[in-house]
């Protein structure tokens, strides 16, 4: 079976730009979750969704959004790139009736 | 709020010497604690599931335990291959409860 792939794997960004990220999860599973990791404050959790519906939601400001398909593959959106929106995205996918998410590799966002 | 602390920060071994890894929480009603593996540059990688205090699980040279405020991560016999960041996580029972992470534990493996 497929892992979590997430594109594009690495983006450079210019502080005030938008950027989409995308992820496709494991197939078959329905929920999605997106992480932001960066060396100081860990993994944090940003948003789940289930059945293109927005289940949760971490404290992030509104310019983080995201949606999913029908599907189930998952986008996110950041607009007016800050500094210190650079970080590490994961995105993570979980089966019906399980608690354990499986991760894709990331998307590395820089913002100069 | 759900919590997780980990400790050490970092642990330097020698190929060969046992050692454990601490992940201390607080949740409201637990659903499960997540041990996951994360190389460096990569997403992590899931290791155990734990439900319940006073349950075990295995996998080649490592072991998950589970009490009521701690977990711990055993690594028997390490080898240099074991290097990683390893990251400890919980769920809740509360309505829309999320995945909280600790801030890892850096091992390295020296042979």
């Known amino acids: 079976k497929a892992g979590v792939t997430q594109t594009p794997r690495y983006l450079i960004k210019t502080r005030g730009q938008q950027v989409t990220l995308s992820c496709s999860p494991i197939s078959g599973h329905r929920s999605v979750s997106w992480y932001q990791q960066t060396p100081g404050q860990g993994l944090q959790f940003l948003f789940e969704y289930f059945s293109e519906t927005q289940r949760n939601k971490g404290n992030f400001p509104g310019r983080f959004s995201g949606r999913q398909f029908s599907n189930s593959r998952s986008e996110m959106n950041v607009s007016t790139l800050e500094l210190g929106d650079s970080a590490l995205y994961l995105c993570?996918?979980?089966?019906?009736?399980?608690?354990?998410?499986?991760f894709g590799p990331g998307t590395r966002l820089t913002v100069t | 709020e759900d919590q997780v602390t980990q400790s050490p920060e970092a642990l330097r071994l020698q190929e060969g010497e046992s050692s454990s890894l601490n992940c201390s929480y607080t949740?409201?009603?637990?659903?499960?604690l997540f041990w996951y593996r994360q190389d460096p540059g990569k997403g992590p990688e899931f290791l155990f599931t734990?439900?319940?205090a006073g349950e075990e699980k295995e996998k080649e040279r490592l072991k998950a335990t589970l009490t009521k405020k701690e977990s711990f991560l055993h690594i028997t016999a390490p080898k240099p291959e074991d290097s990683a960041t390893y990251l400890c996580?919980?769920?809740?029972?509360?309505?829309?409860?999320?995945?909280?992470f600790g801030k890892g534990i850096t091992l390295s493996v020296r042979p």
């Open positions: 734990l439900y319940s």
């Open positions: 996580a919980v769920q809740g029972s509360g309505a829309n409860s999320k995945l909280t």
């Open positions: 993570a996918s979980r089966g019906a009736g399980a608690y354990e998410q499986y």
């Open positions: 949740v409201s009603g637990l659903r499960g």
